[in-house]
Every structure is written in C-alpha cells, then in structure tokens.
C-alpha cells in the first residue's frame, strides 16, 4: 500500500504473506496443502536446470515444497529476514543450523540458560562430532567476549531463556560477534516474531519451535529458521537435503493457521501472564515469581526495549520445595501437566524432574533451576478460570 511504503502491518503480513491465489494456486483463498512428494518437470531440461539449482521450482518436498514456501516467506517477512526454512521440529531447526554454520568441527560460544533439548544437543551429541561448547552466563558481556577462539563458528542465545525467563541483550551480544566475524543465532521461540524481532537487534540468523506459539494449538512438532538467504540455500541443498529433517505439507499448513491469530494470541497470553503473575506475587504460599512483565525482573527495562508485550511464560518457587511443588502440580484440574508450552491452554510442569532432568544437580543449578521451580505456560482461557484453577490446587497443598 502506497501510504505505507509497500509494507503491511505484522497483522495483516500473518494472514497474507507470501501467497497470492491467482498467482500461486487456482485462486484457493486459503493456503493450499501440496501434500505431494514430488512435482513434474515440463522436460528433461527443465529437469536438468532445477537439479543445476539454475532455475527455482519444486522438485521433492524433501527439499522444498509450495505449502512451505508460503510459510516460509511469509516468517520472514514477520521476521524482517531474506528468506526462511521450515523443518520437522525445532530441534532439527536447531541442529541444521549448527551443523551448517559449524562446517568442519569448531566451537560454539552459547548462554548457559537455554531449552533442555537445546543444551543436550550442544553439550553431549554435537561433541561426538567434533563441535564444543562453552557455555556463558549471557549478561556477562566479558564472558562471551573470553570464551571465542579462533576455533568458534558461531554465537547462540534464547531471550527469554527457557525456563528462567532471563532476558539477553541481543544488541550486545550481535555487537561482540560481529567484531570477530562470527554470526550472532537467536531462538525466538517465546517470544515470536509478533513480540520481537532479533534481526532489528543484529541478529543474523533466527530458528523457532513452531510446535509453540506459531502452530499455538499444541497439534504438531515443527520448526524454522530465517536467515540470509545464501546461507539458507546452503542448508536446504546440503544438510537438509541429506539429512532429511523436512517438515510435513500438512503440518506446516497448520502452522500457516497458527500464523494467522498469532498476533491476538499473543496479547492475550501476554495479557493474562502478566495478570497471574501480579497475583501470584502476591500470594503467600509463593516465594519469588520470574516474569519479564513484573518491575521485580532484573532485565524488566530491557524486555521493554526488546519486546512489544511479555509473553505468556512465566515460573515461580513455591514455599515448601520439592515436595509442595509436586503437591501443586497433582492438584490442578484445568491446568495440563505435560512438557510442552505456547499452547493455547495453560499448562504446567515441574522442569527439574522433566524437561531439564537429563542435566546433572550441577548443571541445573547453573542453569538456574531450582527444585521449587514451577514452570507455566499461560494460555488463553478466561483469566478467572485459570486463576481460580491455580487457588483451588494451592488450597490443596500441605493439607
Ligand atoms: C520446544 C523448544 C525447542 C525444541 O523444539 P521442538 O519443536 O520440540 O523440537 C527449542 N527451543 C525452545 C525455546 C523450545 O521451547
């Protein structure tokens, strides 16, 4: 639109990006699923000129596929990145991303507060490979700045982290990778790109769990990573051609749905988080909360400079440790006790006995997980009920 320079706002970018249906379907208003593995070449030459990387087109949807084009140019465009690249989960977002920028062994420098799967992939099995890590506090700046060498492909960081909440100053870290040369990989899971934007802070390349906010309805595991795009196009004829970790048609089309209500979704979460965070602030049974909504939030100023709202996770220590979170988490009945977050329902977990179980005492407590932590995923409920959930199961602890 000219009155805006050619550019939609985020809204309306997550219901219309990358898609025209006269020009990319037989004018289907919604996204098409293509669920076919492969496409047909006009000719032998047009074969050739595709396989040659001369001419784009659709070949093998272990490859590419026209649903996820759609999804992947309009992430981008959310995104403000070149170009994108869908995947069967944001562990193989993850790992494709480390594996291409990691070409040959070498180091990573990444923060120390990080999703479990996340840590697990870098500490343990990309060692096997050849590729180290060093884990850093993330506010240190000296700390990211001492642990590159000459061996270190890249940087890595999630804000907020999972599931202390930290908030990294991406500006800062960008800063110091760039003076080395190196690039600065950002995940964006809890936060989206409707809540943030790490390219606009320096970040170069960015990877998501689509199986959270994106999809947002809990239905399927997925992933994605935005980024330039000759790098992308490295990974997707490389790693992911030979590799494998392609997402599925239908999958991704759920996504492109999720895409869609992102941006209501995500100020209801945020709306909600914040209220039950001020309640449960202020609840006696409750010891500390970490939101980056609260004022009690040591990057509190920052999030403010790096987000649009606060998201919906948040965790809190309840008074009685380990045995009066387990006593918590038994005794909620709306709440749903699994190991997930960014559904749409609220859910609840215990992550030292979960998801960060794999993680020795030691590096749980570096991790900054304690046994009184309880970790929420506020959904979109009405704040009544899922407070009133909260009260009753309280009520039911110690007793
Ligand atoms: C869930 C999650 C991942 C891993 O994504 P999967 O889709 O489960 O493979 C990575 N990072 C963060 C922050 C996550 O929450």
Same mark, same amino acid.
């Given at each position: 639109?000219?009155?805006?320079?050619?550019?939609?706002?985020?809204?309306?970018?997550?219901?219309?990006? &990358?898609?025209?249906?006269?020009?990319?379907?037989?004018?289907?208003?919604?996204?098409? #699923?293509?669920?076919?593995?492969?496409?047909?070449?006009?000719?032998?030459?047009?074969?050739?000129?595709?396989?040659?990387?001369?001419?784009?087109?659709?070949?093998?949807t272990r490859i590419g596929n026209p649903t996820h084009d759609v999804f992947e140019k309009r992430v981008a465009e959310l995104e403000g990145a070149e170009a994108g690249l869908v995947t069967s989960s944001g562990m193989s977002a993850i790992h494709l991303t480390a594996i291409t920028l990691a070409e040959g062994g070498g180091e990573i420098v990444a923060s120390k507060y990080l999703y479990g799967g996340t840590y697990h992939l870098f500490a343990e099995t990309l060692a096997k490979y050849g590729i180290k890590t060093n884990f850093v506090d993330p506010h240190d700046f000296d700390a990211w700045?001492?642990?590159?060498?000459?061996?270190?492909?890249?940087?890595?960081?999630?804000?907020?982290?999972?599931?202390?909440?930290?908030?990294?100053? #991406?500006?800062?870290?960008?800063?110091?990778?760039?003076?080395?040369?190196?690039?600065?990989?950002?995940?964006?899971?809890?936060?989206?790109?409707?809540?943030?934007?790490?390219?606009?802070? &320096?970040?170069?390349?960015?990877?998501?769990?689509?199986?959270?906010?994106?999809?947002?309805?809990?239905?399927?595991? /997925?992933?994605?990573?935005?980024?330039?795009?000759?790098?992308?196009?490295?990974?997707?004829?490389?790693?992911?051609?030979?590799?494998?970790?392609?997402?599925?048609?239908?999958?991704?089309?759920?996504?492109?749905?999720?895409?869609?209500?992102?941006?209501?979704?995500?100020?209801?979460?945020?709306?909600?988080?914040?209220?039950?965070?001020?309640?449960?602030?202020?609840?006696?049974?409750?010891?500390?909360?970490?939101?980056? /909504?609260?004022?009690?939030?040591?990057?509190?100023?920052?999030?403010?400079?790096?987000?649009?709202?606060?998201?919906?996770?948040?965790?809190?220590?309840?008074?009685?440790?380990?045995?009066?979170?387990?006593?918590?988490?038994?005794?909620?009945?709306?709440?749903?006790?699994?190991?997930?977050? /960014?559904?749409?329902?609220?859910? #609840? #977990?215990?992550?030292?006995?979960?998801?960060?179980?794999?993680?020795?005492?030691?590096?749980?407590?570096?991790?900054?997980?304690?046994?009184?932590?309880?970790?929420?995923?506020? /959904?979109?409920?009405?704040?009544?009920?899922?407070?009133?959930?909260?009260?009753?199961?309280?009520?039911?602890?110690?007793?």
């Amino acid at each position: 639109m000219s009155s805006r320079e050619g550019k939609y706002e985020f809204e309306t970018v997550a219901l219309h990006g &990358g898609y025209s249906p006269k020009k990319d379907s037989q004018s289907s208003r919604a996204v098409p #699923i293509y669920q076919s593995t492969s496409f047909v070449f006009n000719d032998a030459e047009h074969a050739a000129r595709l396989f040659a990387l001369e001419e784009a087109g659709n070949i093998y949807t272990r490859i590419g596929n026209p649903t996820h084009d759609v999804f992947e140019k309009r992430v981008a465009e959310l995104e403000g990145a070149e170009a994108g690249l869908v995947t069967s989960s944001g562990m193989s977002a993850i790992h494709l991303t480390a594996i291409t920028l990691a070409e040959g062994g070498g180091e990573i420098v990444a923060s120390k507060y990080l999703y479990g799967g996340t840590y697990h992939l870098f500490a343990e099995t990309l060692a096997k490979y050849g590729i180290k890590t060093n884990f850093v506090d993330p506010h240190d700046f000296d700390a990211w700045e001492e642990a590159i060498n000459e061996d270190t492909k890249f940087l890595y960081l999630e804000s907020p982290g999972n599931p202390t909440l930290d908030i990294v100053d #991406i500006e800062k870290v960008a800063k110091i990778a760039h003076q080395h040369g190196l690039k600065l990989v950002v995940d964006n899971t809890f936060c989206t790109p409707y809540l943030s934007q790490p390219i606009k802070f &320096g970040a170069d390349i960015v990877v998501h769990s689509a199986t959270k906010y994106i999809g947002g309805h809990g239905s399927s595991i /997925g992933g994605i990573i935005l980024g330039p795009a000759d790098f992308l196009l490295k990974a997707r004829t490389e790693g992911y051609r030979d590799i494998g970790p392609a997402a599925s048609p239908f999958n991704t089309w759920l996504f492109i749905q999720g895409l869609e209500s992102l941006a209501l979704r995500m100020d209801r979460h945020s709306e909600n988080a914040l209220k039950v965070a001020k309640w449960l602030e202020e609840h006696p049974q409750v010891e500390w909360v970490r939101y980056p /909504g609260l004022e009690s939030h040591p990057q509190h100023d920052l999030a403010k400079k790096q987000q649009r709202a606060f998201g919906g996770m948040l965790c809190f220590g309840i008074k009685g440790g380990i045995k009066a979170g387990k006593e918590l988490i038994n005794n909620v009945e709306l709440c749903s006790l699994l190991a997930n977050v /960014g559904d749409a329902r609220t859910l #609840i #977990i215990h992550p030292a006995s979960t998801t960060h179980e794999q993680l020795s005492a030691q590096e749980q407590s570096e991790a900054g997980i304690t046994d009184n932590l309880i970790r929420l995923s506020v /959904g979109i409920e009405n704040i009544d009920d899922i407070i009133a959930d909260l009260e009753q199961a309280f009520n039911k602890v110690n007793s």
